[in-house]
């Protein structure tokens, strides 16, 4: 089993930054493919990137193409999501997730989660 423990979320103004990272403990992190999601208060859960279990192959929602940045340090056993130029829009609880490669977009092909972070953006 692998647990994936979120942290940096907060309240940021619009425009400004915020890096999450999701720590990993048990089994080894490098052999996992690794995605971020996002839920909003009534609204499904969403993808919002994925990379390979080596960190080579990266894959963004549209919705934060260009604005966000998923990256991972194996030998830290740790993900990471820099978030740049955010939007009210972005406010969610985020959720990093783990499975077996390869990596997908679909959160319920995902085996392990972490509680989440919440991310509030502000106008």
């Known amino acids: 089993q692998v647990q994936l423990v979120e942290s940096g979320g907060g309240l940021v103004q619009a425009g400004g930054s915020l890096r999450l990272s999701c720590a990993a403990s048990g089994r080894t992190f490098s052999s996992y493919a690794m995605g971020w999601f996002r839920q909003a208060p009534g609204k499904e859960r969403e993808f919002v990137a994925r990379i390979s279990s080596g960190g080579v192959n990266t894959y963004y929602a549209d919705s934060v193409k260009g604005r966000f940045t998923i990256s991972r340090d194996n030998a830290k056993n740790t993900g990471y999501l820099q978030m740049n130029s955010l939007k009210p829009e972005d406010t969610a609880v985020y959720y990093c997730?783990?499975?077996?490669?390869?990596?997908?977009?679909?959160?319920?092909?995902?085996?392990?989660w972490g509680q989440g972070t919440q991310v509030t953006v502000s106008s």
């Open positions: 997730a783990a499975k077996t490669p390869p990596s997908r977009p679909s959160w319920y092909e995902y085996d392990y």
